[in-house]
């Protein structure tokens, strides 16, 4: 054998591979876009944030892909997550996002997770002109801060307790006994209760208080069993509504109704509390049977992330992203412009119709959900129900 | 006095950080001298006792709490004052019970009393304000913030150096070596104890001030959060309480190192620093700064030629 048309051979077939391989260049993909986000993998905040928000922002990721991209303007780009854990803690919080703003310039800023980080974050963005969507926010403070750059897409307290108190009218609820968390969600709410209870002339027979990380409530839910209310309303947030929910049953406290706030429309409440938490009521907003599009979120998200979104502020979170789409669609990644996109137009979301009074969304209204048959089912207001109240509850 | 020319050269080169406009250099600055701060100013009592003191969440909430109130109010350097001075009122306070406890008990009390004020101030804030989170509008700009905190930092190097050569820091060695014999000495044991103390916590205190700032709200559960005081302690003890630069580098090394694992290692940071810890704990137990390198090398000298080099 000569071994020169061997080597010739060789790179003839080399300079045609590189001829081939030339168009894919030609065509070289379109720079990704960069998306900064913290969000808690450890730490307090670990398990709302894990169940609520950054399963949603994987999934959004691998959607938005698996579809070619974001169209901006004409070109499809990729999305890049630059995801990093902030382990609970407000400095490492406010430091990352400064870091996604000035040193790392993404194209995008997502929210972390709860009601403290977000009033940390909202200056830093609205400082750097970062429009922020943010899905789990509660508070009419941070609302009243009128941030031009900053979104809430979760319904605030007062919208929250308007539907609670119509439901229970509309339940023929007379008396109530009230329990309440010492921290801003909880006296936020009582302060929106009371005076609509007033309006509606329920009588609040018991209302106590108590501190964050409480390991035994019977003695108060005791007291609130003597009184005898029609409904019992927790202001509660997880850990402690399971907590409520298993010392009430156990002690024989069977009100009516019964409502437990946060974490109530979450999974894990339905499997730790088991029958328990067949008719207890508590802050929701959508399940997989409201419409075609919540059922297609439903099933892509339990696909990816192998457990089911929340009931309540998963869906808005979802709905944050879908904003953020149809912002990006229609105006880039300018960012003025998104902001002003996002500040005066009504969105198509997962939860239907979405549109901004300031920082404050205002079109999905408060809403009441119920546990029925293991599913979170919307029973206030009428025009959004997706099942009858089952009233009284049943204790089993 | 070379090493205080180092020293001055550093503070200075620290103080024009905010030349370069970057916000991230900037607050990644601003985490590391926070930790100095607070590392230095707990070395400070608990280096030379060895009282394992953890009440410096306690300290460093109220201080984070009297920006919260007085804010609006005060000018800030007074409001760091003020913040530096509750800590130290409190220190006082809980001094003259705890310091008379050794060991694990003054350990566990400190921490237990850190939660004492935690829910003691939000019972007072829910009953007398009708609130527990507080938010702050109008903040200081974060230049001032760094700055702020770059004084504090340094005020804490200056005090250590200077109190450990006093007779306060003589006495205090003494007491962390027998407390009997100190007694016998001429040494008045918890007049010394609660000097040291309250001087430690309102560096903690003043800290707490001007950090609360960067957050905009703040509620009881971040700012009396038990993490700053593990992060302290931990630093302070790889670092070497003993001597000022122990809680110095410790600072340094743990922030940037923390920081540059979570952001490049997302899902493995907490395992490489767990691992970390365990390898400093067991192999530089006087810390990084009281190790004696040199009979490090010299043993590695001797495995590796096989007789002295």
């Known amino acids: 054998m000569h071994p020169l048309p061997r080597r010739l051979a060789l790179q003839a077939a080399l300079a045609i591979a590189g001829l081939l391989a030339l168009p894919g260049f030609a065509v070289a993909q379109e ?13 307090p905040f670990a398990p709302g944030a894990q169940t609520t928000q950054e399963p949603n922002y994987l999934l959004w990721a ?22 990093v854990d902030d382990r609970s803690d407000m400095e490492t919080i406010v430091r990352s996002y400064e870091k996604f703003m000035t040193t790392d310039k993404v194209d995008i800023v997502l929210p972390p997770w709860g009601t403290g980080a977000n009033f940390a974050v909202a200056p830093v963005a609205n400082k750097h002109g970062y429009p922020l969507v943010a899905p789990t926010a ?19 307290p007062k919208p929250m307790m308007q539907a609670l108190v119509d439901m229970l009218a509309a339940n023929g609820v007379k008396t109530v006994a009230v329990s309440y968390m010492d921290d801003l969600f909880g006296l936020e709410n009582i302060g929106a209760l009371e005076p609509l209870l007033k309006d509606k002339g329920i009588q609040v027979l018991d209302k106590k208080s108590y501190p964050l990380g409480v390991k035994d409530l019977s003695t108060m839910l005791k007291g609130m069993k003597a009184a005898n209310p029609d409904a019992f309303i927790g202001i509660t947030y997880p850990p402690d509504n399971f907590l409520i929910t298993g010392q009430a049953k156990e002690i024989g406290f069977a009100p009516k109704i019964f409502y437990t706030a946060v974490g109530t429309a979450f999974p894990i ?36 992330n192998k457990k089911e979104p929340d009931r309540w502020a998963s869906a808005h979170a979802w709905a944050a992203l879908e904003i953020i789409q149809q912002t990006v669609e229609k105006v880039g990644l300018d960012r003025k412009a998104m902001r002003d996109h996002i500040a005066k137009t009504e969105f198509d979301t997962v939860l239907g119709k979405m549109k901004f009074n300031g920082t404050e969304e205002v079109g999905v209204p408060g809403m009441v959900g119920q546990w029925q048959n293991g599913e979170f089912e919307i029973v206030w207001p009428p025009a959004r129900a997706t099942a009858k109240a089952v009233v009284p509850k049943v204790w089993n | 006095m070379k090493q205080g020319a180092i020293f001055l050269v550093a503070a200075l080169l620290l103080a024009a ?7 991230f250099v900037q607050s990644m600055a601003l985490t590391c001298l926070m930790y100095a701060g607070l590392a230095v100013s707990w070395s400070m009592f608990s280096g030379p006792t060895r009282y394992l003191s953890l009440a410096t969440s306690a300290f460093f909430g109220l201080g984070a709490y009297c920006t919260a109130w007085g804010l609006a109010k005060l000018p800030w350097p007074l409001v760091i004052m003020a913040g530096g001075l509750a800590a130290m009122l409190f220190a006082l306070l809980i001094g003259l019970v705890v310091l008379k406890l050794r060991g694990a008990y003054f350990a566990v009390i400190t921490y237990g009393l850190g939660e004492l004020v935690k829910h003691s101030i939000t019972h007072v804030e829910k009953t007398y304000a009708g609130t527990v989170g ?4 109008e903040t200081p700009s974060s230049n001032v913030v760094y700055w702020t905190v770059l004084i504090i930092a340094l005020l804490a190097v200056f005090t250590y150096v200077h109190f450990g050569r006093s007779r306060y820091g003589h006495a205090l060695r003494g007491i962390g070596m027998d407390e009997e014999r100190a007694a016998t000495l001429g040494v008045n044991p918890m007049r010394v104890k609660l000097l040291g103390f309250c001087l430690s916590a309102w560096f903690a205190g003043a800290l707490g001030a001007a950090m609360a700032v960067r957050w905009t709200y703040i509620e009881p559960n971040t700012v009396f959060n038990p993490f700053i005081v593990f992060q302290t302690v931990l630093i302070s003890m790889v670092g070497g309480p003993l001597t000022v630069g122990g809680p110095l580098i410790g600072a340094l090394v743990f922030s940037l190192l923390s920081e540059f694992l979570r952001l490049s290692l997302p899902y493995l940071y907490m395992i490489l620093l767990g691992l970390l810890l365990i390898v400093s704990v067991l192999y530089l137990p006087e ?22 080099p």
């Open chain 1, 31 to 43: 720079p990704t876009i960069k998306v900064g986000y913290t969000q808690s993998r450890s730490g």
């Open chain 1, 62 to 83: 691998e959607q938005v892909n698996a579809a070619g991209g974001l169209n901006v303007q004409g070109k499809k780009r990729k999305i890049e997550l630059v995801g």
């Open chain 1, 138 to 156: 509660l508070s009419q403070k941070l609302v009243d801060m009128k941030l031009p750059y900053y979104f809430v897409t979760l319904q605030q």
């Open chain 1, 269 to 304: 409440y339905r499997e730790r509390m088991g029958k328990a938490s067949e008719g207890v009521m508590g802050m929701g907003s959508w399940n997989p049977k409201m419409s075609k599009v919540a059922k297609t979120y439903f099933d892509a998200h339990v696909a990816l």
């Open chain 2, 17 to 23: 950080l905010p030349v370069l406009d970057s916000p």
């Open chain 2, 134 to 137: 507080r938010v702050m509008t």
């Open chain 2, 287 to 308: 810390g990084i700064a009281g190790h004696d390198w040199r009979a490090l090398w010299a043993r590695f000298g001797r495995k590796r030629f096989g007789r002295e």
